[in-house]
């Protein structure tokens, strides 16, 4: 079963993905043949239980997995590895504990080439954007989950990627932190227009998003359209 979004022209495009586990056969394939679009500049939750396959399609999407069948466009081009137009944020936020809040933010970008004052600039902008830029200096051990949670946020967004997908980003925080990780990437969907989607299994969390995809035994079973 598949749905596509209205919205035209789509900046990515999930198009008849499935996705079976070689070295599980006795396991029932993790996703059927499943299709949906994304506008741009789009807030989309994707819903499920554990083991439903929704992580097993971001990753696919992200392009850490391959799918056994159909095809990932980003932007009208086919995507099929990781690529800087997509940043990921986790429920592990894996910073590095020997580097400040600051320095993890310019891994990303020391990554694709020598650090200057316009790296450093783009950082603190983006600690900022994250309401931590008294933190800069703070290391992982020194700072809460919900702030190791912004750090990562901003580390995501350090090459300006044009997707954010986030995978169980809240699931490891209490209720108020929770919301609070919410709100700010309703902020940065509103403020940068930038895409996202959110995989999670707590509904309250979908309600956040603008469009909401559930899925179910590895196939999309319906598609809400919320309240932003």
């Known amino acids: 079963m ?17 996705h079976a586990y070689t070295d599980r056969p006795e396991v029932t394939p993790a996703l059927a043949p499943v299709t ?12 499920g239980t554990s083991g439903s396959g929704k992580s097993t399609l971001l990753r696919i999407i992200g392009g850490l ?10 932007d009208g081009a086919l995507s099929t590895e990781p690529h800087p137009d997509i940043g990921f944020v ?20 020391e990554l694709h080439g020598s650090i200057g004052p316009a790296q450093s600039s783009q950082a603190i902008t983006l600690l900022e954007l994250v309401g931590l830029t008294a933190l800069r200096d703070r290391y992982p051990a ?19 990627p044009k997707v954010l997908l986030s995978d169980e980003a809240t699931s490891a925080l209490d209720p108020e932190t929770t919301r609070a ?9 509103s403020e940068l227009g930038l895409t996202i989607v959110l995989i999670t ?20 079973s319906e598609m809400d359209r919320v309240a932003a």
């Open 90 to 109: 986790f429920q592990k936020t894996n910073l590095m504990p020997w580097r400040t809040a600051l320095e993890n933010v310019l891994l990303p970008l």
């Open 181 to 189: 990780i919410l709100a700010l990437l309703k902020k940065i969907n």
């Open 36 to 47: 949906f679009h994304v506008a741009e500049g789009e807030f989309v939750c994707i819903v």
């Open 142 to 160: 020194q700072v809460s989950g919900g702030q190791k949670q912004r750090i990562g946020i901003a580390r995501a967004l350090a090459n300006r």
């Open 65 to 74: 997995l391959q799918p056994t069948t159909g095809e990932v466009w980003l």
């Open 201 to 220: 299994h707590e509904a309250e969390v979908a309600e956040r998003a603008e469009r909401v995809i559930h899925v179910r035994d590895g196939m999309i």
């Open 2 to 18: 598949s749905f596509v979004a209205p919205q035209s022209p789509p900046l990515l495009r999930v198009e008849k993905i499935s």
